[in-house]
């Protein structure tokens, strides 16, 4: 397995890609296009981290998060903001981040708990979480499933998403 990011450029007829990065440590295992942002895709990789990319400049990673203790299976960007993104991983956990948070100070106390921009996680799965779809008519509503082929369907709670995050 390698841990490069590909694009093709299909307009042409050449066998390399257009661009060919390493982006991870380890093997690229998800990537998710930000739907509200087409210069924006996060890729997630065997190395644990959660890496986020402009399309128009490859050479240098915008951000990578650092929270999941095992690889990441799966990621997927909230319908409601493009800021939102969830990752699931072999660690158990889906992890909510929310990237306007990215380089806000912390107390060393909020330090311990992950970074800034790691704004949720569910831990309530007992095996690997294999995948998990964001609710497309209700915010912050997940469904999420995990090896032991069971489902759950969760929020964060009130307290943790702001009011005006919330449907009215």
Same mark, same amino acid.
């Given at each position: 397995?390698?841990?490069?990011?590909?694009?093709?450029? $299909? +307009? %042409?007829? +050449?066998?390399?890609? /257009?661009?060919?990065?390493?982006? @991870? !440590?380890?093997?690229? %295992?998800?990537?998710?296009?930000?739907? @509200?942002?087409?210069?924006?895709?996060? $890729?997630?990789?065997?190395?644990? %981290?959660?890496?986020?990319?402009?399309? +128009? %400049?490859?050479?240098?990673?915008? @951000?990578?998060?650092?929270?999941?203790?095992?690889?990441?299976?799966?990621?997927?960007?909230?319908?409601?903001?493009?800021?939102?993104?969830?990752?699931?991983?072999?660690? +158990?956990?889906?992890?909510?981040?929310?990237?306007?948070?990215?380089? !806000? &100070?912390?107390?060393?106390?909020? /330090?311990? !708990?992950? #970074?800034? !921009?790691?704004?949720?996680v569910h831990g309530g799965h007992t095996d690997r979480v294999r995948d998990f779809s964001w609710n497309p008519h209700t915010q912050w509503v997940i469904a999420s499933v995990a090896d032991d082929n069971i489902m759950q369907i969760w929020q964060p709670s009130n307290?943790?998403? $702001? $009011?005006? &995050?919330?449907? #009215?």
């Open positions: 397995a390698d841990k490069r990011f590909m694009i093709w450029d $299909t +307009r %042409n007829d +050449r066998e390399k890609p /257009a661009y060919n990065i390493i982006a @991870h !440590e380890k093997a690229v %295992n998800a990537l998710a296009f930000n739907p @509200h942002n087409e210069h924006v895709v996060a $890729t997630g990789s065997v190395d644990m %981290n959660v890496s986020l990319w402009d399309l +128009r %400049n490859l050479k240098y990673k915008l @951000h990578m998060m650092e929270y999941h203790k095992d690889e990441i299976l799966c990621l997927k960007w909230a319908p409601f903001d493009e800021t939102i993104l969830a990752s699931s991983s072999g660690d +158990r956990r889906v992890c909510i981040w929310d990237l306007s948070r990215i380089g !806000e &100070d912390q107390t060393a106390e909020d /330090a311990e !708990e992950g #970074p800034s !921009e790691l704004l949720f307290s943790i998403v $702001t $009011t005006e &995050d919330l449907d #009215p």
